[in-house]
């Protein structure tokens, strides 16, 4: 059992929100933590039949026994014209129809990233919003902006003002985790 799970909602292979993830994750000396890329977790496109022909996969169920266990989860969402990519969506999908409260009594810090301005805030905005109905209590929030003005793999966030408010966010979740 994993007490801290991490993962970006995209399965892209190059996934910023990913490399926010690694990032945040690298900080939690002493914790345990379960990175997830979820570039390796292939779901197909949710649907009532699919569901009833062939059932759950067993990486689906691993992955929800996984995010029941955890005391925490460390998400970071992007963005696909505004809201959150088809991907992410088919997950909490598939996660919902197999346990309702896949996420109940546990702890996110909810991230989001993108090389805009605005770092991702609709999506962020609306999978906060979303969370809750799988009994999940967001903790904080963060949003990096500009990602590729703003962060660099050696560094991690260039600005300072972001990087304090990135800490302050992961302070507030670690310490709803206990």
Same mark, same amino acid.
Not at 8 to 15: H, R, Y
Not at 72 to 97: C, M, Q, T
Not at 124 to 130: D, H, R, T, V
């Given at each position: 059992?994993?007490?801290?799970?991490?993962? =970006?909602?995209?399965?892209?292979?190059?996934?910023?929100?990913?490399? *926010?993830?690694?990032?945040?994750? $690298?900080?939690?000396? $002493?914790?345990? @933590?379960?990175?997830?890329?979820?570039?390796?977790?292939?779901?197909?496109?949710?649907?009532?039949?699919?569901?009833?022909?062939?059932?759950?996969?067993?990486?689906?169920?691993?992955? +929800?026994?996984?995010?029941?266990?955890?005391? $925490? @989860?460390?998400?970071?969402?992007?963005?696909?014209?505004?809201?959150?990519? =088809?991907?992410?969506?088919?997950?909490?999908?598939?996660?919902? +129809?197999?346990? !309702?409260?896949?996420?109940?009594?546990?702890?996110?810090?909810?991230?989001?990233?993108?090389?805009?301005? !605005?770092?991702?805030?609709?999506?962020?905005?609306?999978?906060?919003?979303?969370?809750? !109905?799988?009994?999940?209590?967001?903790?904080?929030?963060?949003? *990096?902006?500009?990602?590729?003005?703003?962060?660099?793999?050696?560094?991690?966030?260039?600005?300072?003002?972001?990087?304090?408010?990135?800490?302050?966010?992961?302070?507030?979740? *670690? =310490?709803?985790?206990?």
């Amino acid at each position: 059992m994993s007490s801290i799970i991490a993962f =970006a909602g995209s399965n892209s292979s190059t996934s910023i929100n990913f490399k *926010l993830v690694q990032y945040t994750a $690298g900080l939690l000396e $002493g914790k345990e @933590v379960q990175l997830l890329n979820m570039a390796n977790y292939p779901f197909p496109m949710y649907s009532e039949d699919h569901e009833k022909e062939k059932g759950f996969s067993n990486s689906l169920v691993e992955l +929800r026994n996984d995010l029941m266990n955890a005391k $925490g @989860v460390i998400i970071s969402v992007n963005e696909h014209n505004s809201s959150p990519s =088809a991907y992410f969506k088919n997950v909490l999908d598939w996660l919902s +129809r197999l346990e !309702r409260n896949f996420l109940e009594n546990t702890e996110v810090l909810l991230m989001s990233t993108s090389p805009g301005k !605005r770092g991702a805030m609709g999506s962020l905005e609306i999978i906060e919003k979303a969370l809750p !109905r799988f009994g999940a209590h967001v903790s904080a929030t963060f949003s *990096l902006p500009s990602f590729y003005e703003n962060f660099d793999m050696e560094q991690g966030i260039t600005d300072a003002e972001l990087a304090e408010k990135h800490q302050l966010a992961l302070s507030e979740f *670690l =310490a709803a985790i206990g």
